[in-house]
């Protein structure tokens, strides 16, 4: 069984639906918040430490192993 329902022709709200529309977008629309700190971007660049290949050339011929 369907309810026969009706649309009014007028565009315009009056108070009490505008006030109930108004109260539902301030309910649901999402707020601005407020973050902590933003924490730098970590540096990724690749660092010579301790190469073999970082050291002079005699050395290296020197001690192969190290």
């Known amino acids: 069984m369907s309810v026969p329902f009706s649309v009014s022709g007028s565009t315009v709200p009056t108070d009490e639906e505008a006030a109930a529309i108004m109260a539902a977008t301030e309910a649901l629309w999402p707020r601005a918040s407020v973050l902590g700190p933003v924490a730098e971007p970590r540096n990724t660049a690749w ?20």
């Open 47 to 66: 660092r010579f430490s301790s190469r073999s290949w970082a050291r002079p050339l005699p050395v290296r011929r020197l001690r192969p192993w190290r």
